[in-house]
């Protein structure tokens, strides 16, 4: 379980500005982990920002909703530069599925960094096709903090990292829950998979 370094602060001594990445597979708990760490934000009095893709309608218009119905109040915007301009004066911002906004959300955070906001991110870090989702390598990269969380392979009940899409669907992004993914461990996963290289 991630501990936050220094969640608390003294309002005189200002930010000092961090990005954090929560990354794994789908069903592996990233937005629990990112609801938990904004809650733990909250508790310590901090100004706390929730954003989500406006695309992402799976479970709330406009909540953040985890699979197990975890939910925190949330903004959905339709482009990341809409987060600079919706952040105001908070001290914490959560972004929750970073992997459907482009490239302009690498900029972004590190805009709200440099102002002294701690960024916490939640993500696919692969695709379907089990190939690095960016922008997410490229945030992983800039982060002070990065975890790994792993859901359970539904073939053999062992550790998964990979998010298998149950379609023949090609398209990159495609939102969908269990009826469209399950979790799968590296060799449940190509072994379904032979087409990857």
């Known amino acids: 379980m991630f501990i936050e370094p220094s969640i608390g602060r003294s309002k005189s001594s200002g930010g000092k500005g961090q990005i954090e990445v929560i990354c794994g597979s789908m069903f592996s708990g990233k937005t629990e982990e990112l609801i938990r760490r904004l809650n733990r934000a909250k508790i310590a009095r901090q100004k706390v920002e929730i954003f ?24 959905p915007v339709d482009f990341a530069g809409d987060i600079l301009l919706l952040s105001g ?8 599925e970073v992997q459907f906004f482009d490239e302009e959300i ?32 490229s945030l992983m990269a800039i982060a002070e903090f990065v975890t790994k969380v792993h859901a359970i392979c539904m073939k053999c009940g062992d550790l998964a990292a990979f998010s298998f899409r149950l379609s023949d669907s090609k398209m990159k992004v495609m939102l969908g829950e269990k009826e469209a993914y399950e979790a799968r461990c590296r060799k449940c996963f190509f072994e379904e998979r032979r087409d990857v290289t």
Request: aromatic letters at 4%; one cysteine or more; proline letters at 6%.
């Open 106 to 137: 690498i900029t972004v955070v590190q805009k709200l960094s440099r102002q002294g906001k701690r960024i916490i991110l939640a993500g696919l870090d692969m695709d379907f096709e089990g190939r690095p989702f960016e922008p997410m390598p």
């Open 89 to 96: 004066d908070c001290d914490v911002i959560g972004i929750d």
């Open 52 to 75: 989500k893709p406006a695309v992402d309608k799976r479970y709330s218009d406009s909540d953040v909703v985890s699979h197990d119905e975890t939910m925190i109040r949330s903004t």
